[in-house]
């Protein structure tokens, strides 16, 4: 095994590793790894060969990928198989990334929170346990928000170079 492969190997191995902190599956952050550094489109077969997985994992590993908007399909002139291509923009995976985390995680629980603080508003108790749950639970609600909105201007930020620039000087 040559010595860039060795890397691209180990580096496939962190990204999902990494992917499991973030609760992705770990296929799902190595096929994106392995197709972020390919500089040729690849199939399922190449990609099930190059990580020993299933084509059931591969395919579902690649659907999933295909939604969040961090790979694409291409199709080659004669050839019937299906061919895959990562996002290479760094700062655009980034902001797809954010936005697709924004949509999965982060929205579900402010309406949960709302739907909560609907709960305790209509019991109408005047009780401190109750007093006590929905200045947390607004407290709560308050800080997603923020973080909801903030996501959301960084996530359009895509084809803008301010935003990386002012991150980069905050080094």
Known sequence: MSDVSEVKRRFISSWGEMGTCWGINRTMAQIHALLMVSHVPLSTDDIMKEL?????????????LISWGLIRREVKIGDRKEYFVGEKDVWKMFCTIVRERKKREIEPVIKALEMCLGEVHDKKTANEEARLLQSKLDELLEFLRMADGLM?????QESNKIVPMILKTLK
């Open 152 to 156: 959301e201007k960084i996530s359009r």
């Open 52 to 64: 020993h997985i299933s084509r059931g994992n591969a395919n579902m590993n690649l659907r999933d």
